[in-house]
């Protein structure tokens, strides 16, 4: 098994055309990270149709290339612009900003660039060895296991992203309704069809997550037209010194764990471990002071943070199916189309594909390294491209993009649909994210659910029966209902 | 009412809509469905479910008490103006004539001054999409009156 993962993984490196492409890819993501707006998942939403052709190790390369490369670049813009290119570098503008501020734009990139490449890899490193193992223990799971774990992964929406939790689960739900559009899968009986027999098989993902990232974000973009950007001036990226090495390799490691776990979570993405590595980085300073002021252990707790959850976020998705982002929502939708069913026969029957797509991500790492340390200031001018051009360009690859998925005109009605759903959505506060990972999961519940009622002859308690679904339930509940009960104890005893 | 009191307004409407619309479709015998569900359990049990939190939002609105949302600007209602307008024009004309046109107004709308610029934009990415997507991945575009002209 040992050796097959290293032959996989090594073949990556001698295959020049996957390498081509990953290079491509790599600079790709970078642009579309170091746009404001646009960002892994809308990028991933834009370039799913592209992949359609390709072979699928080749497809999910490029998806996983796009989705490490992006949430790195977003430092870029976080640091020269003060403008995040993506939600997980966020916290990377509380110290990077202000360090660019300063006149050390390039040492601020320099610790942004080897941060984000100590954890994107070391995330690969254990991703290589997590997967399998959880793949063994998800060998065992039958229906009622499956649906217990879905059920765990959609109460994990609740802490998604930022729209507060009952608008995540109402998105989720809403997702979830999505799925049961079509033919029912046992019945064969129409749901929601009105005579439109395109939707028989069910919306298709494709259509809709190009509506709820890219177009969503278009009209959300409408709304900073006019935006004037301060950019600070940058000479070169340097390489961090030794004794910046001496300041922050604790940090970075500790949020190369951080990241992972936080990865790991089904639900939870790079915006929250890079919060939670920025605020662990001060809690473990010596310098608390310097924190917002330009600390450079600030920068590289987010940045190995955010990147280390990439690697984390891969193993619940190709795993179990369950996607922790909306990224990895679209990878898992990659996966699909490809015919590479998540799960234990990922990894017991196309094990060869699964660490050659492990490699490509770990070459992805070492790519974005060198260009940040050698392009980055060539990439920070694309992020003034203006948006009166930039986005029109990007309605045009949402259309056809989501033509080209079935060669549907149906598709690209469904996308802009969705993408006016999605944007209001956004302005009341829900977030899109829920409803992509609802619609995944929402075949999923109902078929185990339904598989599970047929085991027990009806009699669904039985399904608290089994010891790995009932635990999946408790951690369901706790998560919904521990901060509450947390806070009401609180509330007691004060 | 505040309009913040619409969102959950319009959400319980869209969940009995789902329920009432769910009620009247088709039952399966019993011996197909056995011991597990109707087709129509599933979305009923989900709108109900999602009914209860919107009664919790509603509530937390209630106590906190948020910001009304305030209105779009013209850019954003201008932006979902091109998208009908592309529904239309790729319906009676071409998708790539609809490309087109959006991408155009949506530049000038959007407060492109230079219209060369505007036109270029228009011009050359439905072009290149055109080009990557016909020759390289093999895609057939919808018939319409530029399709014609090149299908034949």
């Keep these: ?80 612009i003060n403008t995040p290119g993506t939600s997980a570098a966020a916290a990377t503008t509380f110290d990077g900003y202000p360090l660019a501020q300063k006149g050390e734009a390039g040492r601020a990139l320099g610790i942004a660039v080897i941060s984000s490449t100590v954890g994107g890899i070391f995330s690969v490193i254990i991703l290589c060895f997590a997967a399998p193992l959880l793949a063994r223990v998800a060998y065992e799971f039958r229906s009622p296991e499956y649906f217990a774990l879905t059920v ?63 177009i969503s974000e278009l009209l959300v973009q409408s709304k900073t037209v006019n935006k004037i950007i301060n950019t600070v001036t940058m000479k070169a990226v340097k390489l961090p010194t030794l004794e910046d090495y001496k300041k922050i390799w604790k940090t970075i490691l500790r949020s190369c764990g951080i990241g992972t776990f936080i990865g790991v979570l089904p639900a939870e993405g790079a915006t929250v471990a890079s919060m939670i590595g920025y605020s662990e980085a001060r809690r473990w300073s010596k310098n608390k002071k310097e924190f917002g002021k330009g600390a450079i252990e600030g920068i590289a707790g987010a940045e190995a943070a955010n990147n280390a959850a990439t690697g984390g976020a891969m193993v619940p998705t190709m795993v179990l199916g369950i996607p922790g982002s909306g990224t990895t929502a679209i990878i898992l939708v990659g996966l699909m189309v490809h015919g590479l069913r998540p799960g234990v026969y ?27 340390l050698y392009a980055a200031k060539l990439f920070a001018r694309v992020s003034l491209v203006p948006t009166q051009i930039l986005w029109p360009i990007v ?35 829900f977030s899109v994210a829920p409803i992509a990972v609802g619609l995944i999961l929402g075949e999923m519940v109902e078929t185990n659910l339904q598989h599970s009622l047929k085991m027990y002859d009806g009699a669904w308690w039985m399904i608290l029966a089994q010891p790995l679904a009932l635990m999946f339930l408790v951690f369901a509940f706790l998560g919904l209902c521990g901060p509450m009960i947390y806070s009401w104890i609180t509330k007691q005893k004060d | 009412m505040k309009n913040v009191y619409l969102v959950p ?112 934009t228009a011009t050359v990415t439905p072009g290149l999409v055109f080009l990557l997507f016909d020759y390289v991945l093999k895609i057939r575009f919808p018939r319409g009156i530029l399709m014609n002209l090149y299908y034949g």
């Design chain 1, 1 to 80: 098994m040992f050796e097959q993962a290293i032959s996989a993984m090594a073949s990556v490196v001698v295959d020049p055309y996957l390498l081509g492409l990953i290079f491509a890819t790599t600079i790709l993501g970078v642009i579309i990270g170091v746009l404001p707006g646009l960002g892994a998942t809308t990028g991933a939403a834009l370039l799913l149709p592209f992949t359609l052709t390709m072979d699928p190790v080749h497809a999910i390369a490029v998806l996983a290339t796009i989705y490490v490369s992006a949430t790195f670049a977003g430092s870029i813009t976080a640091i020269l």
């Design chain 1, 395 to 429: 309605f045009a690859l949402s259309v056809i993009g989501a033509y080209a998925f079935q060669g549907q005109l149906l598709d690209v009605w469904l996308a802009l649909i969705f993408g006016v759903i999605g944007y209001f959505a956004r302005r009341h506060g």
């Design chain 1, 152 to 214: 765990f992964g959609l109460s994990m929406l609740a802490s998604i992203s930022a729209g507060g939790a009952v608008k995540n689960l109402i998105g989720g739900i809403f997702g979830v309704w999505l799925s049961t559009i079509g033919a029912e899968r046992v019945t064969g009986i129409e749901r929601f069809m009105f005579g439109n027999y395109e939707l028989y098989e069910g919306l298709h993902f494709v259509p809709i997550f190009i509506g709820l990232f890219a």
């Design chain 2, 9 to 120: 307004l319009i959400l319980s409407i869209f969940s009995l809509a789902v329920i009432a619309i769910a009620l009247q479709l088709d039952t399966s015998p019993e011996m197909i469905v056995g011991d597990s569900m109707q087709a129509r359990s599933f979305p009923i049990f989900l709108m109900i479910l999602k009914l209860i939190l919107i009664g919790i939002l509603t509530f937390q609105f209630y106590k906190n008490n948020p910001k009304p949302v305030a209105l779009e600007k013209y850019h954003t209602w201008g932006s979902m103006f091109l998208f009908l307008l592309f529904y239309l024009l790729t319906v009676y004309t071409d998708m790539f004539i609809g490309i087109f046109v959006v991408i155009f107004l949506m530049s000038i709308l959007w407060g492109e001054r230079r219209i060369w610029v505007a036109f270029l």
């Design chain 1, 346 to 372: 990922l990894f017991t029957e196309q094990v060869e594909k699964v660490y050659q797509i492990f490699g490509s991500m770990f070459v992805a790492n070492v790519m974005f390294m060198l260009m940040g």
